[in-house]
């Protein structure tokens, strides 16, 4: 009897944790809800036409009535429900808001498994609450909650299913791979992570190597390859979103040359975003006849990605130096629009006061991922190939916080292990530093 009442009772405080830090996450994502009541971002019209287009049953199409080859179904697909429905979408971004709190559940939840420290479990459950970024992406008709979740989740599989000894590893790693296919049609941003994926499950271990590979590879080409074809057979370009060209031009190859111009660097990157893709436009004219908005998006974004690689190509010093301060401000930046948002100060000293907060919580995590190739060797190679995954990719004249949103989960578990580490091991130090010295023996 007394063996059963000690092994309940830390099945109760874990459910206790869990369940304040779900308190915790419910009453802070509430808050930001009530506070900030802008829910539209420049792109919200983008996922809201194509989910209207199908409730109308025009399919998958954009505005001029045409095959939607620039965003992918699934945050579309979330949308569709509240449009039939008759709803505003604040319901929507509320919906999203309770699955946050789930989010921050799962990941306290994850967390504590991993590290087996409560202490650990408590710092990310808090931190991930508060955390401005996430609560600002997740109070906007955006696709980021929708997208952390999926990928989230394949993470937890592909990490369980590569340690697992038995037969679900190749479940778990099938599951891993659908998942994070699925997140590709959610965001195009994961497109390119099979990659690291392959990378980690070859470094994972020794047994069963290339069979993971090979099941992953073939679940996460599933979706993908699917919808690629439907934007063949409609459009005639085997693609899965024509976003990428005018990112790469717009943003990347724009940021390039506004490096280099005089004054502050977003005017100079608007200035020349206008400037190439109004070049692309006039050439694009030229050769079909036909204005921009009268030219397929997929077309469009082929011939702009051939004109970003040019200029990419001829600097790459200012390429590198783009990067660098893109994964600076992903890291750095701590949710300053929301945060200004909430206290209406001035954007400038708003990010300065978030530097407070976001120049240690980089260092713990620097500490955390030291201390994950100490302890965990495996995890730390998935954790750090997905984070230097996504600074790649997202890294360009328009990062920012919002970009470090899909891997928050792994970011602040670093930050929870590196504030543990920190301050354990000066408790420790101090502890032993007063302790009375061992008699001597005789």
């Known amino acids: 009897m007394v063996s059963g009442s000690r092994q309940s009772s830390p099945r109760r405080s874990t459910r206790g944790l869990l369940s304040l830090i779900g308190l915790l996450a419910l009453a802070t994502n509430l808050l930001y809800f009530k506070t900030v009541r802008n829910f539209d971002a420049p792109d919200t019209p983008t996922y809201i036409t194509p989910a209207f287009n199908l409730l109308q049953g025009h399919g998958f199409s954009d505005s001029l009535g045409r095959p939607e080859t620039f965003r992918t179904p699934g945050y579309p697909l979330l949308i569709l429900p509240f449009l039939w429905a008759g709803v505003s979408l604040e319901y929507l971004v509320l919906f999203q808001h309770l699955l946050q709190v789930l989010l921050v559940i799962g990941t306290t939840a994850a967390v504590f498994q991993i590290s087996g420290s409560r202490k650990q479990a408590w710092l990310a459950g808090i931190l991930f609450s508060i955390d401005l970024p996430t609560l600002e992406s997740t109070n906007l008709v955006l696709s980021e909650t929708l997208f952390t979740i999926c990928f989230g989740i394949a993470l937890w599989l592909i990490w369980s299913g590569s340690r697992a000894a038995d037969q679900s590893h190749i479940a778990r790693i099938a599951l891993s791979g659908l998942l994070a296919g699925a997140s590709v049609l959610i965001r195009p941003i994961s497109l390119y992570f099979i990659f690291p994926a392959i990378v980690y499950l070859l470094l ?151 530097l407070i907060y976001t120049v240690p919580a980089l260092g713990f995590a620097f500490i955390g991922l030291w201390r994950l190739w100490k302890s965990n060797r495996q995890l730390c190679y998935l954790v750090f190939l997905t984070l230097l995954y996504f600074v790649v990719v997202s890294s360009g004249g328009d990062t920012y916080s919002r970009h470090r949103v899909p891997v928050t989960p792994l970011y602040i578990m670093l930050i929870a292990a590196g504030i543990d580490f920190a301050f354990g091991a000066k408790a420790l130090e101090h502890a032993g530093n007063h302790q009375s010295p061992a008699p001597e023996q005789n």
């Not at 206008?274 to 077309?299: H, N, R, S």
Request: proline share 3%.
């Open 204 to 354: 994972a271990g020794s047994r069963f190597r290339f069979l993971r590979v090979l099941v992953f590879t073939a679940a996460f080409a599933c979706f993908p390859f699917l919808w690629a074809t439907r934007n063949y057979h409609q459009t005639d370009h085997f693609t899965i979103s024509s976003t990428a060209g005018l990112e790469m031009l717009c943003c990347r190859a724009a940021g390039v040359l506004a490096l280099d111009d005089p004054g502050a660097f977003n005017d100079n990157l608007t200035r020349r975003r206008a400037q190439l893709e109004g070049a692309a436009c006039a050439d694009l004219k030229a050769l079909y006849g036909k204005d921009c908005t009268e030219i397929p998006v997929a077309l469009k974004s082929d011939f702009f990605m051939h004109r970003a690689r040019e200029i990419m190509l001829q600097h790459p010093v200012a390429l590198v130096r783009l990067a660098l301060r893109g994964a600076v401000l992903m890291w750095l930046d701590g949710g300053t629009s929301g945060f200004q948002g909430i206290t209406g100060i001035n954007p400038h000293t708003a990010l300065r006061i978030l």
